[in-house]
Every structure is written in C-alpha cells, then in structure tokens.
C-alpha cells in the first residue's frame, strides 16, 4: 500500500503545483501563443512598462499596508480582549465575517457605502476599499493573536500588577513584547488576504481605485496575454519570499 | 478589568459598521422594489423571495448546491490520501505540509487564470493533444460546469487536507497493530479503523470546502465564462449589469441562510476553541 500512496500523493501534488509552474514558465517565452519559442523578457519588460498596471499595483501596495496596520492593532486589542474574557456576541460577529461568501459582504457593502453618500459627502475610492479590507481582516488577525496567547502564562500579568504595573503597564509591558512574532505572522496573513482580494474590492472600487487583482482580471476577461503570467510569477515569487519568511519567524517562536 | 472594554471597541465598531449594518441594509432593501434608475425605492413587498422559487433561479441554486457538493467530495478523494501520506511520512512532513499550504498563499486569481490559461482553445492542453496527433481541432475545455469543477477542487484542496491531516496524525499507530493482529487486512484497517476516527477531520474539512464553494463567484465566472452559472453569479449580475438591487439582497440573504445554518449544525463544536 506505501508505495501506492506515494505515487497518489506525488499525482496530488502535481495537481497543486504545476499549473503555477507552467504559468510561470511561459513567462518567459518570446510568443505571445502557447507554443516555445525562446526565452526573452519581453513579457516582463511589457508588464513594467504598463502605467494602469504600474499605478493598480501601486494602489494594492497602499492598500495592503494601510489595512494591514489597522486589522493588526484592533485584531490584537481585540484577541487581547478575548484572553481575558470571552466575548460571545463580538466572536460570532467574527465568525460571520469567515463564513460570509465573498460576493455577499462585497455587495452589502456597496449598499452601505452607497446609503452613506446620502449624507456624507464621500464617493468610493482607496479608503472605502481599506475600510472594507480591514473588516474581513480582523478575524484573521484574531485566530492568530489568539492562538499565540493560549501559549502564554496569564500570572506573568499578575506577576506585573502585583509589584504595582498598571492593566496598561502590564499589557504594554509583559503581554504584548511576549506576541512579536505572533503579530508579525498575523501582519503578513493580513497583508495577503487585503492583496489577493479580487471580489469585495471590485465592488467597492471607484473608478481610480483600480487594484493589481482588478487588472488581473479585467485582463483575463479580454483573453490571452503572456503579460498576466509575467506578473503572476512576480506576484508568486514575492509572496513565497513573504511566506518562508514568515515561517521562519514561526520558527523563532518555539 | 476596565481595559478591556476600550480593547474590544474598535473591533466592536468596525464590524457593526461594516459588517452588521450592511448586512442588515440587505435584509432592508429584499423587501423594497426595485428603483427606476437602479437602487430601491417603496413600496415593501415579500415579491423578491417568491421570486426565488421561479424554477430558473431554483435551477442555479440546485446547482450551486450540487457543484460545491461535487468539488467537496473530489477534494476528499484527492485530500485524504494525500494527508495519510504527510501523517505516515516519517521525513520531511514539515516540507510535505508546506507544499499543501503554499499554493493557499498565492493569489486565488492567479490560480484561477492559470487553468484559463492552460485550458482555453489555443492552450497548453489543446497544443499538447494536438501535437500528440490525438486530436485535431481544438477540445472546448474552458467554460463549462467541468472547468468550473475543477478549478473549485484546485483552489480549495488545501482546506479539505489541513483539517484531515491533523485528526490522522493524531491517531495512535498501536491502533493499526492492533487491527492487524486481530486478522484485519490494511483496506479493512482503513476502513473499519482509520476513516471513522478521522470522521471529525472529514466534517471539518468538507464544511471548509463546501462554504467558500457554494458562494464562490470567481470560479464560475472566470471559468464558466460569463453564464450565470452559480449562485455567486447571480448576486454579482443583480447588483451590476441586471440592476435589480432588490432581487439581489433576497438572492444574498438565501445564500446567507444555507451557509449560516451548515456553520451552526456542522461547525460550531469544532469551532469553538479558535476564537
């Protein structure tokens, strides 16, 4: 049976890798078409001289770090929050926003945005799409906060407060150098998640808010273009660079 | 501990604001009729739900239902073996387990264009066969039920192996011994033995792959090429192009309905410990 199992497991695998690879491979061939015809950088040299996919890939990168940085402070305050006592009502919100279909919160929230206007003098744009990204964030942030502080010891807080720190003093002081690397991990699933989001993004992008997926897809939605896979390999190869980094700060915490 | 009221608040405000609220403003506006210019407008009416049961949007449901059921029980056949092999591997189970979570780390669009890629008229796999001499004009491969199929077990595999591959490697070795010794062959051993004690890893996994599947509209729209093909598709197209906000937040809230309840039939025990 082993070797049977082997063979099944190298089949799956394949299955989950070699679409990529071959992706990427044809980034590097010289014919628009799927036939090889020789290595080149064109596609690479095409998908950087681009000024939509250079500014929609400027707007990802603005994005992801302003949403990161805000689902990674409440995500912790609030994992924070649940380690001292738990919340039913706020968890199940988290919950919802898991188990909500991408689709469905995207178009909720383009109803809410659109309700707003009719007393706040805003349109969509870069902040409704960080506003939207930093709530289906946070509960990533949480699970991963969370999971982090089961580890920890909770009299090392008492420990504090006892020789006269106060809840803040022992939060800033004893709690929160303990989780570095768990807020770092959690940083990087946020920024992920708030890059590779396509469909809530969609829905409330304004017209000069278009995003790197945006361009994916709108790209692909016209056919064949060598330049998508250029800058998927790019986009792969950065964010396994993101994830081996990120495991090796995984790593550092044992 | 007065803290932590103000640590729970911006996590409070954030989801009443943009999670409740615009959830709620779609149950509002299921009610309302649909505006002349797009949005809504008075008077109430139970017509966008009675709409529902019209047999063509039955029929997309059904078949959300059944494609999200379809690529759930693939992701079981490929997953399972798959995560016996990382549990019983006794080398580099931390390198096998990467390889499952990687392809979760890249971008689920780039996923999504590199079976368009590979699959559409002029691709790898049509150049391929027809090199080969197997076949002569181009197979019509992308944009079907099949495509879209595949490309939801391609995308949502590595949730249906991570939950199956931390109940499997849980399980006691002694057990299979035992199995052996009492005249159990392995496919009975793994039968009566391994998949029933995996059976909390296998609900989780397939609740895990069919939630996301069942409301997915990346997949079916990239691959089933613009036909309203499954549920995900027919809110997008309500909110966009059909302009019928109404009929999409009844849409939505049915959606809402079969994924909240399988969560809170299926889900919730297991959940319970990640919060």
């Keep these: 049976m082993k070797p049977g199992l082997s063979l ?9 890798h070699l679409p990529l690879l071959i992706l990427a491979a044809f980034s590097f061939n010289s014919s628009r078409f799927t036939v090889w015809e020789g290595f080149s950088l064109r596609w690479y040299r095409a998908a950087l001289s681009d000024p939509n996919l250079a500014e929609a890939a400027w707007n990802s990168v603005v994005i992801a770090i302003v949403s990161t940085i805000l689902s990674t402070m409440v995500g912790t305050l609030c994992a924070y929050g649940f380690w001292k006592r738990r919340d039913r009502v706020l968890s199940n919100a988290l919950y919802l926003s898991l188990v909500t279909p991408e689709i469905v919160m995207g178009v909720s929230l383009l109803a809410f945005f659109q309700w707003t206007f009719r007393f706040l003098h805003w349109r969509l744009g870069l902040h409704t799409v ?3 990204h930093v709530a289906f964030s946070i509960a990533y942030v949480v699970i991963v906060i969370a ?7 909770g009299s090392l807080e008492e420990a504090a407060m006892d020789l006269g720190a106060t809840e803040w003093g022992a939060f800033r002081l004893v709690t929160l150098p303990a989780l570095g690397p768990g807020i770092a991990s959690a940083a990087m699933l946020a920024l992920t998640v708030s890059f590779d989001d396509y469909v ?7 017209v000069d808010s278009e995003t790197l997926p945006m361009w994916i897809y709108a790209t692909a939605r016209r056919g064949a273009n060598p330049t998508i896979n250029a800058i ?3 986009i792969v190869v950065f964010f396994g660079a993101l994830i081996l980094l990120s495991e090796r700060l995984r790593g550092s915490q044992k | 501990m007065k803290l932590r009221f103000w640590f729970l608040l911006p996590a409070r405000i954030w989801l009443t604001m943009l999670l409740a609220v615009p959830l709620g403003i779609i149950c509002v506006y299921s009610l309302l009729t649909r505006g002349a210019y797009g949005g809504v407008s008075l008077p109430w009416t139970a017509e966008n739900f009675t709409r529902l049961a019209d047999p ?6 059904l078949r959300s239902l059944w494609m999200a059921a379809a690529a759930t029980a693939l992701c079981l056949l490929m997953g399972f073996p798959l995560a016996l092999f990382i549990a019983r591997a006794r080398k580099w189970r931390g390198l096998y387990l990467f390889l499952v979570i990687l392809p979760f780390w890249t971008s689920f669009l780039v996923r999504t264009y590199a079976w368009m890629f590979l699959l559409r008229d002029t691709g790898l796999v049509n150049a391929a066969l027809q090199a080969a001499g197997i076949i002569r004009e181009p197979l019509t491969l992308l944009y079907n039920n099949g495509a879209v199929l595949l490309g939801l077990v391609y995308g949502y595999l ?16 002694a057990l299979l011994e035992a199995a052996a010794d009492l005249g159990a062959k392995p496919l009975a051993a793994l039968f009566r033995v391994v998949i029933p004690l995996a059976a909390p890893g296998i609900r989780a996994g397939s609740i895990l792959v069919f939630i996301p599947c069942v409301g997915a509209f990346l997949t079916p729209d990239l691959l089933g090429g613009g036909k309203t093909v499954m549920i995900g598709n027919l809110v997008q197209n309500q909110f966009t192009t059909a302009r019928d906000w109404p009929f999409g937040s009844s849409v939505s809230l049915a959606l809402m309905t079969v994924v909240v309840a399988l969560v809170v039939l299926f889900l919730r025990r297991d959940a319970e410990e990640a919060l």
Excluded at chain 1, 8 to 16: C, D, I, M, S, T
Excluded at chain 1, 200 to 206: F, H, L, Q, R, Y
Aim: hydrophobic share 55%.
């Design chain 1, 130 to 132: 960080i506003l939207a």
């Design chain 1, 147 to 153: 999971a982090r502080l089961r580890t920890l010891d």
């Design chain 1, 8 to 16: 099944y497991a190298a089949a799956v695998y394949a299955f989950l």
């Design chain 2, 56 to 61: 063509l949007y039955g029929a997309i449901l």
């Design chain 2, 158 to 173: 590595p949730f249906m192996v991570l939950p199956l591959y931390s109940t499997l490697e849980r399980q006691d070795p």
């Design chain 1, 200 to 206: 809530i993004t969609s829905m409330v992008a304004g």
């Design chain 1, 232 to 234: 998927s390999a790019l």
